[in-house]
């Protein structure tokens, strides 16, 4: 699978060369932000915009991160999976759609606290911030990790069942992190401060690092996340069973002299 960005498509790219548009199109008819949880649509028929990040599920669906929703791609068509229109949730006669930006994000941020956020409420992005880069599938097939807005990893339980991601944390010599968990269809944050950019955070807990601008992210067969801190420069590690934040791999950025040698 591949992607075009204007218009945004989705394109399956076929032995023999040939190339399928899935999803999008240049004459869809669906805003993206009319998209509402519990309906499907013919996915050329949906107005994608800024796709960020696609993903192959365990039943061979497709999920998509288009702005700040996350859809998947099926047989029957395409679905909301979370996210989606920043100011559904509010009131457009008391807010205006921006503070609404800002009122989902503190009540999202209260409510990730625990097992997360329900699917049908998540609003995946930041109070400056609207874009969602979803990149990794991993925990048997069953967690979407993905980068949200400027600042932070959150993931989304698929399973039928609450998931506990960093199940060795909480000894002494481990950063004093903790295990968390993610409850059925729900959205919690695992590393990093909710519109906290910062660089700070290696030998601590991820839940309390701070990273700027991380731009994508894979995770490994054991469950450890390799983030791309590039506001940082900087590659950084989340130990899946620890939960702690370490570097990886960092660029230092000299300053070229302009002396003669």
Not at 104 to 129: C, F, H, K, N, Y
Not at 137 to 160: C, D, E, I, K
Request: aromatic share 4%.
């Amino acid at each position: 699978f591949g992607t075009a960005p204007s218009p945004a498509l989705v394109r399956k790219f076929k032995v023999g060369g040939t190339v399928e548009t899935v999803a999008g199109s240049a004459s869809a008819t669906v805003p993206l932000a009319k998209v509402a949880h519990g309906a499907s649509y013919p996915a050329t028929a949906v107005d994608l915009k800024e796709i960020r990040g696609l993903v192959v599920g365990p039943g061979g669906e497709l999920y998509i991160s288009s702005a700040a929703a996350l859809l998947r791609l099926q047989a029957g068509g395409l679905s909301l999976v979370a996210g989606g229109n920043p100011c559904a949730p509010c009131d457009p006669a008391s807010t205006t759609c921006s503070q609404c930006r800002a009122q989902v994000s503190v009540q999202d941020e209260i409510r990730d606290w625990r097992t997360g956020v329900p699917v049908e409420q998540a609003q995946l992005l930041e109070q400056t911030q609207g874009l969602v880069s979803m990149v990794s599938m991993a925990v048997g097939g069953q967690v979407l990790y993905f980068v949200n807005g400027y600042s932070g990893v959150r993931v989304l339980n698929l399973s039928p069942h609450d998931i506990t991601l960093y199940p060795k944390a909480g000894n002494a010599s481990d950063c004093a992190a903790q295990p968390i968990v993610v409850g059925s269809l729900r959205v919690k944050t695992i590393a990093g401060i909710m519109n906290g950019v910062g660089d700070s955070g290696d030998g601590a807990s991820a839940i309390r690092a701070r990273f700027n601008g991380p731009q994508a992210l894979v995770v490994d067969a054991d469950s450890n996340i390799y983030l791309s801190d590039t506001g940082n420069n900087r590659v950084r590690v989340i130990g899946g069973k620890s939960g702690c934040v370490s570097t990886f791999a960092r660029q230092k950025l000299r300053a070229l002299s302009q002396s003669s040698p």
